[in-house]
């Protein structure tokens, strides 16, 4: 490893994940919130019966544990929510929205809360107060004066809990359309439409409590130690009760490497820290697929010889003959891939592929888990059913210590979907909601994220209404994204914190302040629960603990009603009756979503409720009613046309991830510890050899521009060349700064997925010297 501290805010990380460096970096979050004791009062609440949800991850706790679980990024995101400081009239009369557009994300969302309603005015181009009734008003005289309910969109992102996120979809489809671009889109879409078609659910199999069964866990393009650190007990505790934990990732993640429980008083007293796996590969970006491929086919040799000299069996033939379909096909499919393209796509070698083969093969029960860097490239759908083919050979699905992980991102993402939120929403969802509310529900499948911006770009789509998130800066191709919405009539953000979206006006705009997780939501029948569900589909309640800064700020499913109410009247529900108390809410879910029957009781259940898994149950809810084998063959060539058509070699390839700072497109602090970088983001990871080979030095600033044959230029300016760990061929560089380098057009098949972990580009001497941050 050849590390080069040529600049003093880049210093390679040298303690283990979490521990002391954790504890005094939310310390300084904490202090920094300007309400540091009654933070620390809500955040002992978080996760536990009766507290709130954790706003970070969707990771679960166990059920039973009453312990109190939260991490340094949990607490991170409670102080960022639950933070003094205000953006409020005074402050948008102090600055125009062009002013605030020069600002960084960093300092937008640092502002503070949201807390009063506003519209955009583009005459002085300053935002400015406006009551609720004005803006219900003004959003429903948009809405009902279109052509066609088709031409808005109405985005979610995934921290709606489940009360807001039905109220949401019953008002999108009673006004008359599918089109539910949301933040999934960008992230496990892959792993829904992989798991639908090979297992008949598009959600992980697995519960908590499988990892204690497991013996071999499988991590795959996921950084838990930044992005779901409580994941890493669980991992911890696997390695310690001698399970194998096997990693891959281009990266040498800290958190993936070694863990000192936060927790655990001796272990940071003596300064001792574990290792986190057992095994490590570092496959090329995009490079899974063909490495699943290649243990599938060890398996098949071991197979073949076991069978040949009367040994036990590698597959478990009673499970493929009793539950599953296409094996022959598949199996057909591995014989015809040659080794030499495993191993030139997966960038590993065949001595790896094989000690992961062993291992895979050894263990009784594997989990494999995975997340963005197996989920946001062209070829993510085929590399999941690869993974599920795998985990069919040997029966890993549906038995205790063993099944499919997709771990999840935004803590209540999995919930929206199962609520409705899905712009390809299944025939037996709008039966039910047909038959309850009794209006006849749209039947066409509506927008994803990609669609959205291209009927806005196109002129299709005249009013974007977003719950939530960041449309501007978490969508690919930035600066068209930006044009798609500024193209709208009415764009609308429900949001707790400024950012660039409201900035990224339509000719009329309007910013409405919601309540968080943390935020006590008051209603007139008292304050109320919502609910969520975590990535191993357990359903449970949250309770805001916080005081909210201003009487002023909604709550989600407030403000939900409040538009339908003005678009619709009372159609098809009474939109108040069911704000005064979300258990009215939930009898609506329990009425038309499976699973939910006697929802209300059944969420007082301490820590929650299993919503079930029919994959895990063994039961096949696909067309043939078998768990499906799917003989896709490797990618022939990673790149894409569109880059093989610009006739040039790509210096490297880009993959954009998150740094320990961050959480999405809320930019938390300068820092990315784990990676020893400090005090800047617009940074790009290469291997030293690659930077020489190119021409340039370790710490230049470069320009990063993407190849892609269609005459836009794509380039972002001024980023820091830093020599890394990192395998030759591969950068990596920090979303969203990179987002505007991801063509639209580049996105999954089946998916629509942005492929924002493979990017083909070429560096630049930097033109200028960048942004100042
Ligand atoms: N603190 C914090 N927590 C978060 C978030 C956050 O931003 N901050 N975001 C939340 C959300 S919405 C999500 S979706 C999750 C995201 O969680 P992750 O998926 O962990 O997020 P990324 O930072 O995108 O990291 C991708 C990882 O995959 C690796 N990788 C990239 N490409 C490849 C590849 O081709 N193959 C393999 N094997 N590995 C690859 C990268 O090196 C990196 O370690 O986290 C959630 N939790
Ligand atoms: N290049 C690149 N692009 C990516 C990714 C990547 O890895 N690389 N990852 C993708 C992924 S996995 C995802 S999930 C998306 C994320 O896309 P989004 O979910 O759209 O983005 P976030 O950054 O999570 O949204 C942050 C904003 O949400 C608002 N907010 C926070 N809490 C609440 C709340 O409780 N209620 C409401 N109404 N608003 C709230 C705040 O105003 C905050 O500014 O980005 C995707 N984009
Ligand atoms: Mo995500």
Not at 396 to 423: E, F, K, Y
Not at 457 to 483: C, E, M, W, Y
Not at 616 to 633: E, I, L, M, Y
């Amino acid at each position: 490893m050849s590390l080069q501290p040529v600049d003093p805010r880049y210093k390679p990380y040298k303690g283990a994940a979490a521990g002391w460096g954790a504890l005094k970096s939310v310390t300084r979050f904490w202090l920094d919130s300007k309400q540091p004791f009654k933070n620390l009062r809500a955040l002992l609440k978080t996760n536990q019966n009766g507290g709130f949800d954790c706003p970070g991850c969707a990771w679960g706790d166990s059920p039973e544990d009453g312990r109190i679980k939260f991490c340094e990024n949990g607490a991170k995101a409670v102080n960022w929510e639950a933070t003094k400081r205000r953006v409020d009239a005074a402050f948008f009369a102090r600055y125009s929205v062009s002013q605030l557009r020069e600002q960084s994300d960093y300092w937008l969302e640092y502002q503070g809360r949201l807390t009063q309603p506003m519209r955009y005015d583009r005459q002085t181009d300053h935002y400015v107060p406006v009551s609720w009734e004005k803006a219900f008003a003004l959003v429903a005289r948009h809405l009902n004066q279109l052509e066609s309910p088709h031409q808005a969109e109405f985005y979610t992102s995934g921290r709606a809990s489940n009360e807001a996120a039905y109220l949401y979809q019953l008002f999108v489809r009673a006004f008359g359309t599918n089109n539910f671009p949301d933040c999934s889109n960008m992230c496990h879409e892959a792993s829904g439409v992989a798991l639908g078609q090979s297992l008949g659910v598009g959600k992980g199999s697995v519960t908590f409590h499988d990892f204690e069964h497991a013996d071999a866990i499988f991590v795959l393009g996921q950084n838990p130690g930044t992005n779901h650190p409580r994941m890493l007990e669980p991992l911890r505790e696997a390695v310690k009760r001698g399970a194998q934990v096997v990693c891959f990732n281009p990266l040498k993640e800290r958190g993936l490497e070694r863990f000192q429980h936060p927790q655990h008083a001796l272990e940071m007293l003596s300064n001792g820290s574990r290792p986190l796996n057992t095994a490590f590969f570092r496959p090329a970006l995009g490079g899974d697929m063909a490495a699943i491929r290649g243990i599938a086919k060890f398996l098949l040799q071991w197979e073949r010889e076991a069978l040949a000299n009367g040994e036990a069996p590698v597959f478990d033939h009673a499970f493929i003959a009793e539950h599953s379909e296409g094996v022959d096909a598949y199996l057909a499919e591995v014989d015809a891939t040659p080794w030499a393209q495993i191993e030139q796509q997966s960038g590993l070698g065949l001595d790896e592929i094989e000690i992961a083969a062993r291992i895979y093969r050894d263990a009784g029960n594997v989990i494999i888990c995975w997340a963005m860097g197996i989920t946001q490239h062209r070829h993510s759908v085929p590399t999941i059913q690869e993974i599920v083919n795998l985990q069919l050979l040997r029966g890993n699905v549906g038995r205790p210590g063993a099944g499919l992980c997709p771990v999840r991102g935004h803590s209540n993402v999995q919930g929206d979907r199962t609520m409705g939120i899905n712009d390809r929403p299944p025939a037996a969802l709008l039966d039910a909601l047909e038959k309850r509310f009794g209006f006849k529900v749209p039947r066409e499948n509506g927008h994803n994220t990609v669609e959205a911006i291209n009927a806005m770009l196109g002129g299709a789509a005249k009013v974007f209404i977003g719950l939530g998130g960041n449309f501007a800066q978490a969508t690919p191709d930035s600066p068209r994204t930006h044009a798609a919405l500024q193209n709208c009539e009415l764009t609308v953000q429900i949001s707790t914190k400024l950012n660039r979206s409201h900035l990224t006006v339509g000719q009329e705009a309007l910013i409405l302040p919601c309540l968080g997780r943390t935020d006590i939501d008051y209603q007139a029948n008292g304050p109320q629960a919502v609910t969520v569900e975590d990535s191993f589909s357990m359903i449970h309640a949250s309770f805001g603990q916080l005081e909210p800064s201003s009487r002023e700020m909604r709550s989600e499913p407030a403000i939900i009603a409040g538009i339908a109410k003005a678009t619709l009247g009372g159609h098809p529900v009474d939109w108040d009756a069911l704000i005064a108390d979300y258990d009215r809410i939930r009898e609506l879910i329990a009425d038309t979503i499976p699973g939910f029957d006697d929802f209300n009781r059944r969420v007082q259940h301490p820590g929650g409720f299993y919503l079930g898994n029919s994959a895990n149950a063994r039961q096949w809810s696909t067309a043939n009613g078998r768990a499906n084998f799917k003989a896709n063959p490797l990618p022939e060539d990673l790149l894409h046309e569109k880059v093989r058509r610009t006739g040039q070699t790509p210096h490297l390839i880009l993959q954009t991830l998150r740094s320990h700072d961050q959480y999405n497109t809320t930019i938390y602090g300068l820092d990315d510890r784990y990676r020893g970088v400090r005090g800047q983001r617009d940074v790009v990871f290469a291997n030293e050899t690659d930077i020489r080979r190119l021409g340039f030095e370790p710490g230049q600033k470069v320009d990063l521009v993407t190849l892609w044959d269609d005459g836009v230029e794509r380039r972002v300016s001024g980023f820091n060349l830093l020599a890394f760990d990192i395998p030759a061929g591969q950068a990596a560089a920090y979303y969203p700064e990179t987002n505007p380098l991801v063509p639209l057009e580049s996105y999954g098949d089946g998916s629509y997925t942005p492929t924002s972990k493979f990017v083909a580009i070429r560096l630049e001497a930097a033109r200028d010297n960048g942004r100042i941050l």
